[in-house]
């Protein structure tokens, strides 16, 4: 059985890299939309969720809580009594910022020096941080305008010092280039997978291929092991780029981002083989394939913040394999995050791999017979 896999397997690399534009096809425009869109792409938001730790009992702090309270950018998810808490809420993704205000903020500005306020920011999605920065920004210095017109405060008041964590400048690039580290991780799988068959059927070799010794299970498996080892080199090579040349910084383990690799993989060779059971022609093929992209990236997280998306679509990202690839990815890139954030988005990749390979399956055999 193994060295019949290994002859199809040998057999589909030869039919993906006998063709001199099929190999640039797979190996170059990857890389180049890794640079292009690494350096191009930006983003937008609303509804932040946030978190206050007022330690001052003063008037002027509940007048800026207030404001907070009442923009319709920010949406306040917890009040802090204590700094250990503000960890747990930033790590879990439970709130975007922090509002610290220094137990002082009232009295200084009362005896005209200008109040402290500072900001905890995730840094883990950079553009989101800095436009919510600019958003409390806005909301502090609308308040000293009010304090100064009113004639309760000197000068400017209030003063606000930010901290971003896991992205201390906020380049945005850190963000961003991980992201499609796994955007093109799945397209480059997706395309290889979702012509294996379709480019058999249409060249008339299909038929061929199923007087051979190979069972359909055995087909089925080496059409989707050229698609797993072309996707790991890909990704591979766009975590070098990332890594060497945009300089994002490496933190986590390289044996978690491997493990979420291997699942996202695999569950991007069932979704190709899906579209490849399904499809008679390559055309068919390739508009499957972008078929599935668009909402896929669109859901993953990777251009807007789940949590804005409405709640049922919330819940239908849950189908979708990018969605938990991303988490790893940043989780590695930046944060170092703990084993059990990688382990809760490696069981639904896990499963959705073992759907669609299963449905690859027994489509796969249903199209045969």
């Known amino acids: 059985m193994f060295h019949r896999i290994l002859a199809l ?43 206050v730790y007022n330690e001052d009992p003063g008037a002027f702090s509940r007048s800026l809580t207030a404001r907070l309270d009442g923009s319709p950018n920010f949406r306040k998810v917890a009040e802090i009594t204590r700094e250990a808490e ?33 900001v905890i920011l995730d840094g883990r999605n950079s553009n989101t941080a800095m436009v919510a920065l600019n958003y409390v920004r806005a909301i502090v210095m609308a308040e000293s305008r009010e304090l100064v017109r009113t004639g309760r405060a000197a000068g400017f008041p209030a003063v606000l010092e930010t901290r971003a964590w896991y ?15 796994g955007v093109i991780t799945l397209l480059v799988t997706l395309i290889t997978t979702a012509l294996s068959v379709a480019r058999e059927r249409e060249q008339g070799t299909f038929d061929q291929l199923l007087v051979t010794p190979l069972r359909p299970v055995e087909i089925l498996i080496g059409k989707s092991i050229p698609g797993c080892i072309i996707g790991l080199v890909e990704g591979t090579a766009c975590l070098l780029v990332a890594a060497l040349w945009f300089q994002v910084p490496l933190r986590g383990n390289l044996f978690m981002l491997y493990t979420g690799l291997a699942l996202f993989l695999l569950s991007a060779v069932g979704v190709g083989l899906l579209i490849s059971s399904l ?77 669609t390979l299963t449905l690859a399956g027994w489509l796969f055999r249903h199209r045969i017979n």
Request: no cysteine.
């Open 86 to 118: 503000i960890a747990p809420l930033v790590d879990g993704r439970e709130a975007l910022l922090v509002v610290h205000i220094d137990r002082r903020f009232s009295r200084d500005i009362l005896s005209g020096e200008p109040g402290r306020v500072q």
């Open 279 to 355: 499809s008679v022609t390559q055309q068919q093929g390739l508009l499957g394939v972008f078929l599935f992209m668009v909402p896929a990236v669109i859901l993953s997280g990777f251009t807007t913040p789940i949590g804005n998306m409405p709640v049922p679509v919330q819940h239908l990202t849950r189908l979708n394999p990018v969605r938990y690839f991303m988490v790893v990815l940043r989780g590695v890139f930046l944060e170092d995050a703990p084993a059990s954030v990688f382990f809760a988005q490696f069981w639904p990749m896990a499963l959705i791999a073992a759907a």
């Open 167 to 181: 992205n201390p400048n906020l380049e945005s690039r850190w963000f961003i280039v991980p992201g499609i580290l």
């Open 9 to 51: 397997v040998v057999k589909e690399f030869l039919a993906i890299f006998r063709d001199k534009r099929s190999r640039l096809t797979v190996v170059v425009p990857p890389l180049v939309q890794l640079m292009v869109f690494s350096y191009a792409a930006t983003y937008d938001l609303e509804r932040v969720p946030y978190a």
